[in-house]
């Protein structure tokens, strides 16, 4: 005789991002999408892109967009646009995706890192003065995790030394800094529609947002060869032009954007709750008149390596973003930093992991989530 079982189910997974369950929500809208440039069988630079550019460029609160094939292209080309060249240098965070310094290297340029504030994770703008020299060209500001960097005092500091700024926005499209969106606050700013963003094409997508008609010009003409007229090129360029199929499906995701972005802030705001009750760990900070997107939701624990396999043991993903700082990453080796020359950044890397977050989560995904934390924290 078969004996009924009792054991406890095993729970379900809670996956770090889930894609799929976005997809399911959207098919139809985005086949209907993919079907109409199948129709129009125009499948670079047309009514697709040029639509999205507008409508990036109106949410960022900005006069241009211009459509790229990746967040790393508008890296390089804005850049490239301010006017930066090989032998000139470039300060930046050293907590980062890597290609926020590798943008900088591609055009032969040299990153000079300035550290982070250990509270918010971005470029602390009082150490922009300790390592600016007469060598620097532009400055790149980090907007991490879905955070703006604190812009008053790197803008100002940038105007008084006549220095251009670029937002990476890579992670932060919605976000806003007393009262103004990312990615109107430099001279240009880069997006990545990379698809784990919160805005995410199916495959790689970017785009350099300005005000600036004449830097929006120079970015036009360097993602097509320099062409300044057809077949007639003026200067060395790329090819980084942004795809139909991809603009098409980014319109309808972005339709959605608004309320995805709500609900990430609704799940950061739980998840909050939640940690207010457990000591050992810190939630993102969020200063007065900042708005997060929580691109990701970062804590920062100590041992943070075993809580990150704690969780893995109970289906619960997580990430480390980024577990090697810039100065020390093998790439830029010949720069000859060492360990404690960005001790917050370094810190940071140690101790930061990002918790499931997207727009699907449910209330008892991230009760679940913060419960094996506090399980971890009390062992
Ligand atoms: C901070 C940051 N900068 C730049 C990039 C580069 O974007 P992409 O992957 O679209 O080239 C990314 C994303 O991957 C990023 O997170």
Known sequence: MSTPSHSNPVPEPVPQLDLAAQYAAISAEIRTAV??????QQFVLGREGTALEDEIAALCGVAHGVGL????????LAL???????????LLPPFTFVATGSAVSALGAKPVFADIRPDT???DPAELERRVTPRTRAIVAVHLYGLAADMDPILAFAKARKLPVIEDNAQAIGASYKGRRTGSLGDAACLSFYPTKNLGAYGDAGMVVTNSPE?????????NHGQTGKYLSSEPGWNSRL?????????????????????????????????????????????ERFEHVYHQYTIRVEFRD??????????????????YPLHLQPLYKSLGHKLRDFPHAERAAQEVLSLPMYPELRNEQIARVAEAVGEFLKC
């Open 35 to 40: 079907e109409r440039v199948m129709g129009s």
């Open 69 to 76: 094939a990746s967040g790393t292209d508008a890296l390089i």
């Open 80 to 90: 490239r646009a301010c006017g930066v060249q090989a032998g000139d240098e470039e």
């Open 121 to 123: 994770y971005n470029m």
């Open 215 to 223: 830097l929006a010009e120079r970015v036009r003409t360097l993602r």
């Open 243 to 287: 795809d139909e199929m991809q603009a098409a499906i980014l319109r309808v995701k972005l339709r959605y954007l608004s309320n995805w972005q709500g609900a990430r802030q609704s799940h950061a705001a739980e998840y909050n709750r939640l940690f207010s009750q457990i000591p050992g760990v810190m939630p993102p900070h969020v200063p």
């Open 306 to 323: 075993a809580l990150q396999a704690f969780l893995s043991e109970r289906k619960i993903g997580s990430t480390v973003y980024y577990p």
